[in-house]
């Protein structure tokens, strides 16, 4: 069982930078593929990064790429979401999640990901 807190999130003025952590419980975190999607509201819940259990493969979404940066501390159990250059269109609930399934690929897909944390709102103002 894993269990994922955030922090992080708040309002922030366009073009600014939030860092979102995910820290997780258990000693099973470094087994895990970790990722961040985020819902805004009236919309399906969209993939947002993802990184590989040693952090070596990461992959973005297009819209976030180069804007982006996910890591992770595997010693601290904890991954971020470095976000900078926010746009009103960032604005969302974010989520973290953890993918236990130990493929050979980093997912993309929110179905394959099996614990997720309560979610951290961000809000971009224009």
């Known amino acids: 069982q894993v269990q994922l807190v955030e922090s992080g999130g708040g309002l922030v003025q366009d073009g600014g930078s939030l860092r979102l952590s995910c820290a997780a419980s258990g000693r099973t975190f470094s087994m895990n593929d970790m990722g961040w999607f985020r819902q805004a509201p009236g919309t399906e819940r969209e993939f947002v990064a993802a990184?590989?259990?040693?952090?070596?493969?990461?992959s973005y979404a297009d819209d976030v790429k180069g804007r982006f940066t996910i890591s992770r501390d595997n010693a601290k159990n904890t991954v971020y979401l470095q976000m900078n250059r926010l746009k009103p269109g960032d604005t969302a609930v974010y989520y973290c999640?953890?993918?236990?399934?130990?493929?050979?690929?980093?997912?993309?897909?929110?179905?394959?990901?099996?614990?997720w944390g309560q979610g951290t709102q961000v809000t971009v103002s224009s």
């Open positions: 999640a953890a993918d236990s399934s130990r493929t050979p690929y980093v997912s993309r897909q929110y179905h394959e990901y099996d614990y």
């Open positions: 990184i590989s259990r040693s952090g070596g493969r990461t």
